[in-house]
């Protein structure tokens, strides 16, 4: 039986992401965010499991979703995450959240809310497959602005990833393993994010990603005609 279902959130998730080719850009990276005018804090490190499933035809993923569970610590979570848009280095994109009391195997029937509700409206009853696995090893800061007032709060990631087929697609090439350097809005406004997004990009260097973790993941699955990002 699957866990039961303890929360759903739906939101906008507003993030940029930078590819990191050599240690010393996460230093000017932090240097060029205190130059900003904000506090870096760094928080715990932590290890995010996740695997990725859809139906043999990529229902989901049709329907312009992709779907993931996530073991992280004590906690299970299962998500969908819409594809969204890229304006520069920044993406915005829809994503609901469905925590759980327990581990959960997205390939069979899931708990009652939010990302099941979705799930049934795209997949017409389909069964579904682990496409691939991301491990993360995450280092953790937090941004807020120096002067301690009614501020942006950015948590900043520094994510070792790497990314394998999942069982059943063991004819897949292989693994890919990549650093990258995220920029998510807590609270604030987008543009904010963006502004601080733009200026590593043009000051410390970074170069913004063009492909999420999921279509990364798709690329090593073999799906890279599915890969192509929405950008504005």
């Avoid at 301690?148 to 004819?171: F, H, K, M, N, Y």
């Amino acid at each position: 039986m699957p866990s039961g279902n303890i929360t759903s959130l739906s939101m906008v998730e507003i993030e940029a992401k930078f590819l990191i080719n050599k240690k010393t850009q996460i230093g000017d990276a932090l240097q060029t965010i205190r130059k900003l005018g904000y506090v870096a804090t760094e928080g715990p490190n932590e290890t995010l499991c996740d695997r990725y499933f859809d139906t043999s035809d990529l229902a989901i993923l049709r329907a312009g979703w992709n779907f993931r569970s996530r073991q992280r610590r004590s906690e299970a979570k299962l998500t969908l995450k819409a594809s969204g848009t890229r304006v520069g280095p920044v993406f915005i994109r829809d994503r609901i959240d469905q925590l759980l009391s327990g581990p959960t195997d997205g390939c069979g029937d899931q708990p009652a809310g939010a990302v099941q509700a979705e799930l049934a409206r795209n997949s017409n009853g389909a069964s579904r497959r682990e496409l691939f696995r991301v491990r993360v090893d995450r280092r953790v800061f937090r941004i807020i602005a120096a002067d301690g007032g009614d501020e942006t709060i950015v948590e900043l990631a520094l994510d070792r990833t790497q990314i394998t087929p999942g069982d059943s697609t063991p004819s897949a090439a292989g693994k890919l393993e990549l650093t990258e350097l995220e920029l998510e809005l807590k609270e604030g406004a987008p543009k904010e994010l963006h502004d601080l997004a733009t200026t590593l990009r043009d000051e410390a260097g970074l170069l913004p990603a063009r492909l999420t973790k999921f279509e990364r993941g798709l690329q090593t699955v073999s799906y890279t005609h599915l890969t192509r990002p929405t950008t504005s």
